[in-house]
């Protein structure tokens, strides 16, 4: 997709995962005369340790507010939302403290990670705004091969924190996404051909239960959970910290082409060719068809896990007409920082996901002219960005697991993925836009139907769902077994105060 974070926000006021906490904690700033004061924000601040902070809306020159609007920004217009307070806990006691009070109240709340969630109030809330960032640790254990993370920092510090190592993780393949939601959703990665997806290779998760109890929960320790959190998301509590599995990392080969509409049948020859030829797993590609202001064009990031790519493989990339190319050897870190930023930031939002067993001429020719379709019928509904993005990836992804995960129901067989973005500016145009994706998604699925592929019932990436996609159609036959575990952990659906896909 083209949807990169846009990460200014983070270099002008220094808010990265890795923040450092500022020095003025007078309760003045913290609390501006002025402000209305939630009684629910004042009891956690006044239950809290010294270290944990609740931030409130002020003056925009006041450092708390800073803090404040830092805390409820999201890379997505439609998920930002003004909260009463943000809390930024840096305990798992302290997340324990503020469930229990916000339990007893009954007050709405939004755990944030990274924030690129899109869909409107899956990590956002007018009610109190839990705001990750604290949680920024990264401890590497070389003798287990782990390491263990915070929710609260973004892929990118991971990557930069390892990187002395020479080791690296299954995260996110683009900048500025938070940590969270790949250990909870999912996680498809430039690795993922190689060593599964993101929570394939999580190892445990620290989580305090709705109830505020504080454990670690593994595969060994309770199997129900492990398995319930590895695609469930928020339900079951509010993950602190993961341990992952690492893998030596060397420099790499990539980096982005991209093509003109004229040169889009090169283009789409060179992707079907590599997707019939991929046997490689060191081997990724992530393929965008583009319709932006008016403007056609279409990027591919090219990717091998080495610092010197095969001949063949990405050949016919290279030479097919193209009008510009960043590719050549370089560290993981870079590769994935290099991709371009403030493209989709501050536009509202929205994914869909669509499965493919096979990446052919004709089906990329039926991508691309959705593409075209409607990125010109949409320019009157504000839409600024559409994308249609072909992620292809080996049968046996899913065959690097010891135990099943929430998502997908059946590990039997590997599909690749179109990944739909539509970005827009008005608010007034919503349901014409979130109608658009669901057609357009509906229309690829019959035509790839018709071109013989069985995926009208692949499970969508619950990542990429749109609103209103029903529990059934992202998690299948799991359904049952989810809400039984969330019935279990979360008997008072303390977790229904929060957003998200709920069981």
């Not at 409820?72 to 469930?99: G, M, R």
């Not at 135990?403 to 007034?428: C, H, L, N």
């Amino acid at each position: 997709m083209v949807a990169f974070a846009d990460l200014s926000l983070s270099f002008l006021f220094g808010l990265s995962g890795l923040t450092a906490r500022h020095d003025d904690t007078s309760s003045e700033s913290h609390h501006p005369e002025h402000v209305v004061r939630s009684p629910v924000c004042e009891q956690i601040a006044s239950e809290v340790s010294s270290s944990s902070v609740v931030y409130y809306p002020g003056a925009y020159f006041q450092s708390s507010s800073y803090q404040y609007f830092k805390d409820n920004y999201h890379w997505s217009a439609s998920s930002t939302q003004k909260s009463q307070c943000t809390f930024e806990p840096t305990t798992a006691d302290d997340v324990a403290i503020a469930l229990r009070i916000l339990g007893q109240t009954q007050t709405e709340f939004g755990i944030k990670s990274g924030g690129h969630a899109a869909n409107a109030g899956f990590s956002s809330t007018p009610g109190v705004q839990i705001a990750m960032y604290s949680f920024s640790d990264v401890v590497y254990d070389s003798t287990a091969q782990t390491a263990t993370v915070g929710t609260g920092l973004l892929w990118d510090d991971v990557y930069v924190a390892l990187q002395p190592y020479n080791v690296s993780v299954v995260g996110a393949k683009v900048t500025g996404i938070g940590v969270g939601g790949v250990v909870l959703g999912g996680g498809y990665s430039y690795l993922t051909n190689q060593h599964g997806l993101g929570f394939d290779n999580v190892v445990s998760f620290e989580l305090v239960l709705p109830n505020g109890t504080v454990t670690d929960v593994s595969d060994s320790t309770n199997p129900d959970l492990f398995f319930a959190l590895r695609g469930g998301f928020n339900n079951f509590g509010i993950v602190t910290r993961v341990t992952v599995k690492t893998y030596p990392q060397s420099l790499v080969w990539g980096g982005r082409i991209s093509y003109s509409h004229d040169q889009w049948d090169g283009a789409t020859a060179a992707i079907a060719h590599y997707a019939e030829n991929l046997t490689d797993t060191k081997a990724s590609i992530y393929n965008t068809y583009n319709y932006v202001a008016g403007v056609a064009e279409e990027s591919t990031i090219l990717f091998y896990d080495a610092p010197i790519r095969p001949y063949d493989i990405f050949e016919d990339f290279l030479t097919a007409p193209h009008i510009e190319a960043d590719i050549g050897t370089r560290s993981y870190v870079n590769l994935v920082q290099s991709l371009p930023l403030n493209v989709t930031s501050n536009l509202r939002s929205v994914f869909h996901w669509v499965a493919m067993e096979e990446v052919t001429v004709p089906a990329l020719d039926m991508i691309a002219n959705e593409t075209l379709f409607w990125g010109a019928a949409l320019e009157e509904a504000s839409a600024k960005i559409i994308s249609y993005d072909v992620d292809i990836y080996v049968p046996t992804l899913y065959d690097h697991v010891a135990s099943p995960t929430a998502y997908p129901a059946s590990r039997a067989k590997g599909y690749s993925f179109i990944e739909v973005y539509y970005g827009w500016s008005d608010a007034q145009f919503d349901d014409v836009i979130f109608q658009a994706v669901n057609a357009s998604a509906q229309h690829m699925i019959q035509a790839l139907t018709d071109l013989g592929q069985d995926i009208a019932d692949v499970p969508v990436y619950p990542n990429n769902a749109p609103p209103n996609t029903t529990l059934e159609r992202m998690y299948g036959v799991n359904v049952p077994r989810l809400q039984e575990i969330k019935k279990a952990v979360d008997p008072d659906n303390i977790m229904g105060l929060s957003g998200g896909w709920k069981f």
